[in-house]
């Protein structure tokens, strides 16, 4: 410990390294749910690739492991600290180097804000997709180590899809340069899609380069109101075998829109037992939306309301971005991830809710239906070991009812601690052995957030 700090001190600036346990301790976790922590060792903020490089040599050396970190807002424990650990936190890497309108891509540093981002992009008429529900708190990096989503997916895409290269410091502190910043290439594996999704047990990302899109305008939404979860369903599938490509298809259960009026007022149907939001932006707004509603009214819906103009399509959506927050406010929350094929959107809220009742406990759910993506929030009182461990149960039940129907455990949270066991029924015994072989190629030590993911 004490060779460790006086190297770390003797190699990086004036107040990059922190001690304090009641700072470490502040940075020793993520924001999931039944998922431990370690006591770190130190906590260090570089600010530039060569002190990056630096840390991870030193911890090569001495054989300390690194845990590399972003905001923490991710809900998979994946930033969460392990015994003994450097806390590297890239927060203070937080530059746009590079915004370029001709080749559409940005060049930026791990702690930019996702928000800053968008903005930034918007000023140039153009947009970086991926919204994840934090986006105005979550980096690039923390975006880029979970394989984050968002609410645009469903015509968008995930973060996969937009980055073009990375610039990546290894564990015994080489920099590794993957990908590209054209339009188009192929040459060599794809070590760039390889270390999307990765959670920092790889690799650091220091830099990324990321393809960016002409900004599509705003968006006009329908909201649509079902008696059941099968009628929602229907629609979903109706409207995407139509050949519709809308920029959002979003759907809140009852117990969502329950919470949602208690805690904001907005007047939401509470008859409804799902209610869908969809939106288009681009031309023709209005007719997709008519033709998008008629599919709605056929496949059961009970009300269907387009947005007028551009305010009363902010509202609609409005009350989905407060869903969680709302759900939060009915006691602990335990955030699943998992996404289903389209056609199984229903039976996956019916399964949902089954486990509720069986259980005796609330589960709030919503969804991004465009692509299959539901996020059950599981509710209870964290001071009743009872309650606690029948959360435990219904978590797992979902997860397995969501393999069950041809899904997987995690759309665009990751894995981390939380669902490491999951990991494993979903992959195999042969694509796990893979996978750590491949992390033992990039990690022999096993320095670079041990015990996350596999």
Same mark, same amino acid.
């Given at each position: 410990m004490g060779e460790l700090l006086e190297r770390l001190r003797a190699g990086l600036p004036d107040g990059a390294v922190a001690v304090d346990p009641d700072v470490t301790g502040a940075y020793a976790r993520d924001m999931a749910g039944f998922c431990d922590a370690g006591e770190p060792a130190v906590l260090v903020f570089p600010e530039t690739v060569e002190q990056v490089q630096f840390v991870m040599r030193t911890a090569t050396e001495l054989r300390v492991p690194v845990v590399p970190q972003g905001a923490r807002t991710g809900l998979s424990g994946g930033a969460n600290a392990v015994d003994g650990c450097i806390l590297l936190s890239l927060t203070r890497m937080n530059r746009i180097l590079h915004l370029d309108p001709v080749d559409r891509i940005a060049i930026v540093q791990p702690?930019?804000?996702?928000?800053?981002?968008?903005? #930034?992009?918007e000023a140039r008429q153009l947009a970086y997709p991926p919204d994840p529900s934090s986006w105005e708190s979550c980096t690039i990096g923390g975006n880029i180590g979970t394989g984050a989503g968002g =609410?645009?997916?469903?015509?968008?895409?995930?973060?996969?899809?937009?980055?073009?290269?990375?610039?990546?410091?290894?564990?015994?502190?080489? =920099?590794?340069?993957?990908?590209?910043?054209?339009?188009k290439g192929v040459a060599g594996y794809d070590l760039t899609r390889l270390l999307v999704g990765s959670e920092g047990t790889l690799g650091v990302v220091v830099e990324a380069v990321l393809a960016l899109r002409p900004?599509?305008?705003?968006?006009?939404?329908?909201? #649509?109101?079902?008696?059941?979860?099968?009628?929602?369903?229907?629609? /979903?599938? +109706?409207? *995407?075998?139509?050949?519709?490509?809308?920029?959002? *298809? $979003?759907? *809140?259960? #009852?117990?969502?829109?329950r919470a949602v009026n208690e805690m904001a007022q907005m007047g939401l149907p509470e008859s409804t037992r799902a209610l869908l939001l969809v939106a288009f932006d681009g031309p023709d707004q209005r007719e997709l939306l008519a033709a998008v509603g008629e599919l709605c009214t056929a496949a059961g819906a009970t009300e269907v309301v387009p947005? $007028? +103009?551009?305010?009363e399509s902010e509202l609609l959506l409005q009350a989905r971005r407060l869903a969680l927050p709302a759900l939060e406010r009915m006691g602990t929350t335990m955030i699943d991830d998992v996404a289903v094929p389209r056609s199984a959107l229903a039976a996956m809220l019916n399964g949902v809710a089954e486990i509720a009742e069986r259980h005796r406990l609330t589960i709030g759910m919503v969804a991004h239906a465009g692509d299959g993506n539901t996020h059950p929030? /599981?509710?209870?009182?964290?001071?009743?070991? $009872?309650?606690? $461990?029948r959360a435990r149960v219904s978590f797992d039940e979902i997860m397995a009812l969501g393999l069950e129907l041809g899904g997987t455990v995690t759309g665009e949270h990751g894995i981390g601690l939380l669902k490491r066991e999951w990991l494993a029924r979903e992959l195999g015994s042969v694509g796990l052995e893979l996978q750590r072989q491949i992390k033992a190629v990039f990690d022999p030590l096993g320095l670079l957030n041990p015990g996350k993911m596999i």
């Open positions: 702690g930019v804000v996702n928000a800053e981002l968008s903005r #930034a992009a =609410l645009c997916c469903v015509k968008y895409g995930v973060t996969s899809e937009y980055v073009l290269g990375l610039d990546v410091v290894l564990a015994d502190g080489r =920099l590794l340069r993957t990908g590209r910043r054209t339009a900004a599509p305008g705003p968006q006009l939404v329908l909201a #649509a109101e079902f008696d059941s979860v099968d009628a929602a369903g229907r629609a /979903v599938c +109706d409207v *995407m075998a139509a050949g519709f490509t809308p920029s959002l *298809m $979003e759907l *809140m259960d #009852a117990t969502t829109v947005a $007028e +103009d551009r305010a929030v /599981v509710i209870f009182d964290a001071r009743d070991p $009872e309650q606690v $461990e």
